[in-house]
């Protein structure tokens, strides 16, 4: 059971170049999300949605969006990439949401993105 | 808008000794509360899950426990070991929403 997969671990990225960042659960949840981290802080919520089909903005969406065409991926798509975006990003999956019954998370290994 | 605090941000103790870490959140109106453990360069692992109608949760030699009139929670860690090296997070729902709000964590080391 792979749990959630992220691809790729590393990338350095050059200044108005784009990426997506790739995110796969096995456990059939409905619910997945993408966050970065920043040195010394917590984790900020980008996007996440609750089903295929279904995104909702988070707290810090611009330069980034996402779709959910099925219920196993998440990619997270950066069009042109600023130094700001430099981060590590973790992409989760859980049963249900966090706000109602509880089910807890379970997040990916993170990807490191570095733009210069 | 919801706000996560965690105190002390890091904390070295010696092998073997009882510790607590805290957090404080200042919305009390949530439907859980959970704390993560992260390892440097790891992802997140989920260590507790408290409901907002329980008072505390145990897992091993973790004790997590909940009062939401106060606003606060408190991981102790009985018998502290190097393995148990590694960033606390704990995180709260914003307000009903499925949004997941973040502290910046405790950064914990066991010296043997």
């Known amino acids: 059971n792979a749990g959630v997969t992220q691809t790729p671990k590393f990338r350095i990225l050059k200044i108005g170049q784009s990426m997506t960042l790739q995110c796969t659960q096995d456990?059939?949840?409905?619910?997945m999300y993408w966050y970065r981290q920043d040195p010394g802080m917590g984790l900020k919520l980008i996007y996440y949605?609750?089903?295929?089909?279904?995104?909702d903005k988070g707290e810090v969406p611009n330069g980034y969006n996402v779709s959910r065409s099925t219920t196993e991926d998440f990619p997270l798509r950066l069009e042109l990439a600023a130094p700001s975006q430099t981060s590590v990003y973790f992409c989760?999956?859980?049963?249900?949401?966090?706000?109602?019954?509880?089910?807890?998370?379970?997040f990916g290994s993170g990807t490191r993105l570095t733009v210069v | 808008k919801q706000e996560v605090t965690q105190i002390p941000a890091a904390l070295s103790v010696p092998e073997g000794e009882n510790l607590v870490l805290n957090c404080s959140f200042t919305?009390?109106?949530?439907?859980?509360l959970q704390w993560f453990r992260q390892d440097p360069g790891k992802g997140l692992t989920s260590l507790l899950l408290?409901?907002?109608?329980?008072r505390e949760q145990t897992s091993g030699r973790l004790n997590a426990s909940l009062d939401k009139s106060s606003g606060r929670s408190t991981l102790y860690i009985a018998a502290s070991q190097p393995g148990d090296s590694a960033t606390y997070l704990c995180?709260?729902?914003?307000?009903?929403?499925?949004?997941?709000?973040f502290g910046k964590g405790t950064k914990l080391t066991v010296n043997p």
């Open positions: 456990m059939n949840h409905n619910y």
């Open positions: 408290i409901q907002s109608s329980q």
């Open positions: 949605s609750v089903g295929a089909g279904i995104t």
């Open positions: 989760a999956s859980s049963a249900r949401g966090q706000g109602s019954a509880g089910y807890g998370y379970t």
């Open positions: 995180a709260v729902p914003q307000g009903g929403s499925e949004k997941l709000v």
């Open positions: 919305d009390s109106a949530i439907y859980n």
